[in-house]
């Protein structure tokens, strides 16, 4: 069991709901959350497009920071609305302190003021080959021509946690795999080593063809727009360089969305395409 559903205990049904009641589930999706409009518009595009292929009565999206609704906002709603067994799922890439932490946080607090709710969490997406297919196809779809002459550079959200380390370590080597390119190196917009500007410049060394660079994060912002900024830079100065934009954009991201808020990492039957 993971740390954050680790963190989350069952209690005790709400006063008036008798053994054998049936219970009323309910979705909800925590987000990052982002000062872009344009992010924040597009989070919510995806939380709707998700939610209108899941058969369960109750869902709501909220975010963890920055963007409206909160959880504790988005929680309540799925109360109000009759929710007595609440499924949790994080829409974040990987695990770090806010799925070790942050949310687990709130919604201790929740769990206190709703005790009548059972409660249950789902996982990061984590490093699936489902993903990495998707960042493969983003990439092709980009470079159609693509060789082992060009370079990747994965850029990361960045955190001091060393499993994020570990993870990109994964994802390098799954991205190397299924591009055969001969450079694919890892750097991060905050908190860690090497940053943006140092990523840049070491591929920019030892590249022969185009360096792509894949942004790993899920939608647009203002970290994406860092990232923008300094392809834009380097385009301007006669060097080919693109970037494959969010990952979101890509199927796949949904596709694994859906399995987590279903609970069914195998199986696609209560989705409605």
Do not use: W
Not at 85 to 93: D, H, K, Q
Not at 119 to 136: K, M, P, T, W, Y
Request: one cysteine or more; glycine letters at 8%.
């Amino acid at each position: 069991m993971s740390s954050l559903a680790g963190s989350i205990k069952t209690y005790k049904r709400q006063p008036g709901v008798r053994k054998g009641d049936v219970k009323m589930r309910a979705i909800l999706y925590i987000g990052h959350g982002t000062r872009s409009k344009k992010g924040a518009k597009e989070a919510v595009s995806f939380f709707q497009n998700v939610m209108k292929k899941i058969d369960v009565p109750v869902q709501e999206f909220c975010f963890l920071e920055l963007t409206l609704p909160s959880i504790e906002e988005g929680f309540k709603r799925c109360v109000e609305r009759g929710a007595t067994e609440i499924t949790v799922v994080p829409i974040f890439l990987l695990t770090a302190g806010h799925i070790k932490e942050d949310i687990p946080q709130a919604l201790k607090s929740l769990q206190k003021k709703y005790p009548f709710v059972q409660i249950h969490v789902r996982n990061s997406f984590g490093v699936q080959d489902v993903i990495l297919e998707g960042i493969a196809a983003l990439v092709r779809n980009l470079v159609e021509d693509l060789s082992p002459n060009d370079s990747i550079l994965i850029v990361g959200r960045g955190s001091s946690d060393p499993e994020i380390h570990r993870s990109f370590a994964v994802i390098s080597k799954g991205i190397q795999t299924r591009l055969n390119t001969e450079n694919v190196d890892v750097c991060y917009l905050a908190a860690t080593e090497p940053r943006l500007e140092e990523g840049l410049e070491n591929i920019t060394e030892k590249a022969a063809g185009r360096v792509i660079v894949i942004p790993y994060l899920l939608f647009s912002g203002l970290l994406l727009s860092e990232v923008h900024q300094h392809v834009l830079k380097r385009q301007r100065n006669g060097q080919s360089i693109l970037h494959t934009g969010p990952l979101s954009t890509h199927s796949a991201i949904e596709e694994v969305v859906l399995r987590s808020a279903l609970g069914r990492e195998h199986q696609h039957a209560a989705v409605h395409y």
